[in-house]
């Protein structure tokens, strides 16, 4: 039998950080509601997570960065809303707000998650916000459960 790795579904002992933007954040509100319930329900305890809310996409790296250099977080989980508009922003604002997430988990050693929606309509946002296509915030948090566990099996 190959040896095989893998994280379990257990919050317990670890602390996440959660970025929120307030950009969109009717549906935002959705997607923090949603991962709180993910890690609650998985074991974490309240007051080893910390909210913090940052004014758009955008601005999640930045902040997502300093959480996850400050050794006080686990696992860093970005939740965003981006809705296409007529101009190129939403392009711009999401490929760096992708590529930022990423560079803070590859830079800072810890898992970090990508929770950021990027869709066409409202009405798409608002399916993948706890409508008919499930809640992205609960997966983000799922992912980042998983994902602490599997670092801590993997070791240094
Ligand atoms: N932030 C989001 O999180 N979602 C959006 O859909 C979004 N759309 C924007 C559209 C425009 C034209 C601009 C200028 C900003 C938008 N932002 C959005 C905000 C962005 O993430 C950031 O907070 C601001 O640009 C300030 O740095």
Not at 39 to 45: I, M, Q, T
Not at 53 to 59: A, F, L, Q, R
Not at 132 to 143: D, F, L, M, R, T
Request: net charge negative; with cysteine.
């Amino acid at each position: 039998m190959p040896r095989t790795y893998e994280g379990m579904l257990d919050a317990k002992g670890f602390r996440f950080g959660l970025v929120v933007g307030r950009f969109n954040d009717l549906i935002t509100g959705r997607l923090v509601e949603g991962a709180l319930d993910c890690l609650s329900r998985h074991g974490a305890l309240d007051d080893e997570i910390t909210i913090v809310k940052v004014p758009g996409s955008w601005e999640i790296p930045l902040v997502a960065e300093r959480l996850a250099g400050s050794g006080k977080v686990d696992a860093v989980i970005g939740l965003g809303v981006l809705i296409r508009g007529a101009t190129p922003h939403f392009d711009y604002i999401a490929a760096e707000t992708a590529k930022g997430l990423a560079h803070v988990g590859l830079s800072k050693g810890i898992p970090v998650s990508f929770g950021v929606l990027t869709c066409d309509t409202l009405e798409q946002a608002l399916e993948r916000s706890g409508a008919k296509a499930g809640n992205k915030g609960w997966q983000a948090a799922q992912a980042a459960i998983e994902m602490v566990q599997l670092y801590r099996t993997l070791g240094d």
